[in-house]
């Protein structure tokens, strides 16, 4: 296949609105990988991305909170280098209410590495300005190390004033869109009331005294037009009938739960991914894709392509499914088991404090897997995340059989029925759907 036609093939998956699925396998073996974009060395964004985590996790952010900081931190570094991507298209325009941005004055010569590492602080700091000052001095002291990189890379004095200087430009414009997601809104609203008693009705469990986020599904979207889009309803009803499908997805909690084999326990500890012990849900597949800049050969102009449209459907996956939770408002396993099967069983992992359906593991996994795909292809990789912690790598054969096994850990470790899974998996799928009919970052190439 010669450079054209693949490069064909990428822009029209960014432009099809065939399925996702439908699209996948039509392009199945072939990686979508076409020619240059931006050469450069991707890791400035992986160090930034990383760095972004490591602050997640410091500073306790709730699951949804850090899927949105991903999302802008990957439109940040798309859009700080899309004027140096002369066959790239701004998302302005694109994603709801971003409508301009400065853009570069083709009389100067900029560095990009130095606008996006300008751009990135910028817009980093803004979004962590009411944490610790911890956070803050990591941002800066990231952004003095690559200012450093770039003089030892012999920019000169003068490209780097002004590469500075475009890249806080575009960073103060992000951040003018990004305080107007409603953010500030919900963070002034009264305490949440949980809704009148009914025998389907979440309720709190454990030592939470406040259900998370309940208002977070009032936040502006990125991508899908309504946070009403994609939502799956559930396919059944609430029944205390021993008969009835709802009882016979509890009692298969119930019976996992009680006879997990060691592979299962893995499984269920892998993908916790818990808020203030790891950089949130969002941010594992945002260690994936950082393990693709390395694994693939990703260019600068790839990394950012994918930072931001990954970084997009793990924002507006919480966005949607925390809508749909606080409408439906459903109980956990937990309350049901104890009610009406053993009042004596817990789950393996600890219940988190918002309501039930859909799972939101199964959403984020299914959007992230579905557009790294359109983007790569299959690709086999290990996910090493826990590495570090003394937890054995797992290695996958695609990102779609890792987005099961994160989908299905959510059932092995107690804490959502079957339904709310797999459900969740077809909203993540839309998700990703969603953008790709909706952005479009390459117009289709003509040939020669």
């Given at each position: ?16 609105t ?25 890791q ?23 899927s ?19 066959g ?14 400065p853009?570069?004055d ?15 602080q ?58 107007s ?40 979207p990125?991508i ?39 592979e ?12 203030a ?12 894709e ?29 966005i949607?499914?925390?809508?749909l939770?606080?409408n ?7 309350t ?31 959007a ?70 909706n ?10």
């Amino acid at each position: 296949m010669n450079h054209h036609r693949r490069a064909l093939t990428f822009l029209l998956l960014i432009m099809l609105t065939l399925p996702v699925a439908s699209v996948q396998a039509q392009l199945y073996p072939e990686p979508i990988l076409v020619g240059e974009s931006l050469p450069g060395d991707p890791q400035v964004l992986v160090d930034w991305m990383n760095v972004l985590y490591d602050q997640v996790e410091a500073e306790r952010v709730s699951a949804p909170g850090g899927s949105r900081l991903y999302g802008y931190a990957g439109i940040a570094a798309y859009e700080a280098l899309v004027p140096f991507m002369p066959g790239n298209r701004s998302l302005v325009n694109q994603v709801n209410e971003l409508t301009d941005l400065p853009w570069i004055d083709y009389e100067l010569q900029y560095d990009p590495i130095t606008v996006v590492n300008a751009a990135m602080q910028t817009v980093l700091n803004n979004l962590f300005r009411t944490n610790s000052d911890e956070s803050r001095a990591a941002f800066v002291a990231l952004r003095d190390e690559w200012l450093q990189n770039r003089r030892d890379a012999g920019i000169e004095h003068e490209v780097m004033q002004t590469s500075v200087e475009y890249g806080e430009l575009v960073g103060k414009g992000l951040n003018d869109w990004i305080n107007s997601d409603g953010l500030l809104d919900i963070r002034l609203r009264d305490p949440y009331v949980m809704p009148a008693e009914s025998p389907d009705a979440y309720v709190l469990t454990g030592e939470a005294l406040q259900p998370a986020e309940p208002y977070w599904g009032d936040l502006r979207p990125f991508i899908v037009p309504y946070t009403t889009t994609c939502w799956q309803m559930p396919n059944w009803e609430y029944s205390e009938d021993e008969n009835s499908v709802f009882y016979q997805q509890a009692l298969e909690v119930f019976d996992v739960g009680n006879d997990l084999t060691e592979e299962q326990r893995n499984i269920a500890e892998w993908w916790v991914d818990t808020p203030a012990l790891t950089g949130t849900p969002a941010g594992h597949w945002v260690q994936i894709e950082n393990q693709m800049v390395d694994e693939l050969e990703l260019d600068l102009g790839r990394a950012a392509e994918m930072y931001a449209m990954v970084g997009m459907v793990l924002a507006d996956s919480f966005i949607v499914t925390w809508d749909l939770k606080y409408n439906l408002n459903l109980l956990r396993p937990e309350t049901y088991i104890n009610l009406h099967i053993s009042d004596r069983w817990r789950p393996y992992i600890e219940t988190p404090p918002f309501p039930e359906y859909p799972s939101g593991h199964s959403v984020v996994s299914a959007a992230a897997a579905d557009m790294l795909t359109a983007l790569f292809g299959t690709v086999h990789f290990v996910d090493r995340l826990h590495e570090p912690e003394g937890e054995t790598p797992r290695e996958f054969w695609s990102f779609e059989q890792a987005a099961n096994e994160a989908a299905i850990s959510r059932l092995y470790g107690g804490i959502h029925y079957r339904s709310a899974i797999e459900n969740g998996m077809r909203q993540g799928q839309c998700i990703a759907e969603t953008a790709l009919q909706n952005v479009i970052m390459r117009p289709v190439s003509q040939g020669e």
